[in-house]
Nanobody, 117 residues
């Protein structure tokens, strides 16, 4: 059974940092990444992705230079380091697996990130 379990969401002030963690189990994946869904928005927005073997990374323009995605292959853990956070980064962040920028085959339950001004 595939499980993606996120942690690390919290409330921070503008300019602050947070690190999200996603523990994956049940199988290995070709790609893993993060999406987010802001308050009032119907769709989840792609944030970042990493190719599990090889480590190539991809970012949305809105987070490039501020967020860093990484992984721990041995322990099947995915990270998202978020720096210079802005109020518009406020959202529920979802871990995803076997994804592209529009779709994922597997989802976590989400973790709330709130950035106050």
């Amino acid at each position: 059974q595939v499980q993606l379990v996120e942690s690390g969401g919290s409330m921070v002030q503008r300019g602050g940092s947070l690190k999200l963690t996603c523990a994956a189990s049940g199988r290995t994946f070709s790609t893993m990444g993060w999406f987010r869904q802001a308050p009032g928005k119907e769709r989840r927005e792609f944030v970042a992705a990493i190719v599990w073997n090889g480590g190539s990374t991809y970012y949305a323009d809105s987070v490039t230079g501020r967020f860093t995605i990484s992984r721990d292959n041995a322990n099947n853990i995915l990270y998202l380091q978020m720096n210079s956070l802005k109020p518009e980064d406020t959202a529920v962040y979802y871990c995803a697996a076997d994804l592209d920028t529009e779709h994922a085959d597997y989802w976590g339950q989400g973790t709330q990130v709130t950035v106050s001004s």
